[in-house]
């Protein structure tokens, strides 16, 4: 028999360490071996960072919410690429930025644009809106059938309509909606309990008419802001329950977060700003993931992803490739949801508000671009004024996530790199007046919905 001396066997042993390592490098993500999951999108209205309790907020009890996180992974800087709910709507579903897509001002969905729901289709999903579409649904070629949606119960402009033209409500209660969009997504549950579904359920509350059901109506004591949060609590944990009743839960994947942050009633908890600006307050928001047995539960990420990440993930879930004529600024983050990488997969991030650039991130720093109220759009009303910038600010979100202290003089280095990076985006994407090379042309219509 051969004998192996102590520097051969070390040898061996660090041989197979990284044989080990290769394979595991280059196995696929657990998030992704075997069956197509289900997919679920809860998507609130106006939710702000700082209204759930897991994400520190102390004013409403959100047990069903909270429990999602403690059964998931919960992200600290998931962020929205628009402060406003239509653009934000067009990117999560198309996974590219408002400029790219063509619906930075509320243009409506280009119907030339690809959505996630249209390739899950093709790979064999049942796929369903309930809820706000507010992607001009009367414009041709932007109605949820035409965006991959085998299925719809939609709201838009006050109208509450199932397919094309089947009127449920003319004009909504809103008080009866989160009620008739939950009954309608666990029917929907129960009726594809086989698999695999895709459903978007895009809730109406907390957004404006505060209009909770009466069941909840004063249940909080604490206002009716507060008792919309209670609803949409309820509904979700309705919503679990019925995946746990068909035996679904181990193979569905639930992700829950907001179209932007909250409006004034609302809390962003320690972010600066709110809806309509691109302060964090208006752009980072609550993001949640649950799948029992493949993201690990009770995680807290501080890893930088986002809403137009869901792109990519869906897409590798369900095994289609992405499209290659166009880009996709989403990222996969199976590996990031598993706990095998903590880097984002983002480089820079860019918060435009409408047609405008105002903001770029890089990791810590976050460069907040001068502006007139002339380049800025139509919505916020005074709230936009005060956004006028006439120098720009550099804030370390790391040391200071309430963006109070501007160090551009401390890091002049990082405000040149920052300011020349925002040249290269603006001649990609575009800015007020400005035709970016791979930006979409419908980006300068007039808004149309």
């Known amino acids: 028999m051969m004998k192996i001396t102590k520097l051969q066997g070390l040898a061996l042993i660090l041989l197979w360490g990284l044989l080990t390592s290769l394979a595991t490098a280059q196995s696929p993500s657990p998030l992704v071996s075997g069956s197509k999951p289900n997919i679920i999108v809860l998507f609130a209205d106006d939710l702000g960072y700082g209204d759930l309790v897991c994400y520190g907020g102390n004013k409403v009890i959100t047990p069903n919410i909270d429990r999602l996180a403690e059964e998931g992974m919960r992200f600290t800087d998931f962020l929205i690429p628009a402060n406003v709910c239509g653009p934000s ?66 709201m838009e402009k006050k109208v509450l309509t199932r397919g094309r033209d089947e009127v449920i409500m003319d004009p909504v209660d809103f008080s009866q909606l989160t009620q008739i969009y939950t009954k309608e997504a666990i029917e929907f549950i129960e009726r594809e309990k086989d698999g695999p579904f895709m459903l978007y359920l895009a809730h109406h509350i907390p957004h404006l008419p505060l209009a909770p059901h009466p069941s909840f109506k004063k249940q909080s ?146 460069l907040h671009l001068p502006r007139e109220r002339s380049d800025m759009p139509f919505w916020g009303g005074r709230l936009m004024a005060k956004q006028v910038l006439k120098e720009p600010k550099l804030f370390n979100l790391d040391e200071d996530i309430g963006e109070q202290h501007n160090v551009a003089a401390e890091y002049p280095e990082v405000l040149d790199a920052l300011l020349q990076k925002a040249d290269e985006v603006r001649a990609e994407l575009g800015d007020v007046d400005v035709e970016g090379s791979d930006m979409n042309p419908q980006s300068l219509l007039p808004p149309r919905s």
């Open 89 to 154: 709507r067009a990117s999560l579903l198309t996974g590219r930025y408002p400029m790219r897509n063509g619906n930075p001002m509320f243009q409506g969905l280009d119907p030339k644009e690809i959505t996630f729901p249209e390739l899950l289709k093709e790979a064999g999903y049942t796929t369903s809106l309930i809820g706000k579409w507010h992607l001009g649904a009367h414009l041709e070629g932007s109605h949820p059938l035409d965006a991959g949606f085998d299925e719809s119960l939609m």
């Open 221 to 366: 004591k604490l206002g009716v802001y507060a008792d919309c949060i209670l609803e949409l609590d309820d509904s979700t944990g309705r919503i679990l329950q019925a995946l746990k009743d068909n035996g679904i839960d181990d193979n569905t994947l639930v992700v829950f977060t907001s179209d932007n942050g909250a409006a004034a009633r609302g809390s962003t908890g320690p972010l600066a700003g709110s809806k309509y600006i691109t302060m964090e307050g208006g752009h980072r928001v609550p993001g949640i993931f649950r799948w029992p047995g493949r993201i690990p539960a009770g995680t807290v990420s501080n890893t930088m992803i986002g809403s137009m990440d869901l792109f990519p993930l869906f897409c590798q879930l369900a095994g289609v490739a992405l499209p290659t004529d166009r880009v996709i600024d989403g990222r996969n983050i199976a590996d990031i949801l598993t706990g095998h990488s903590t880097e984002s997969p983002h480089a820079y991030f860019y918060y435009y508000n409408g047609r405008n650039l105002q903001c770029i991130r890089q990791g810590k720093w976050k």
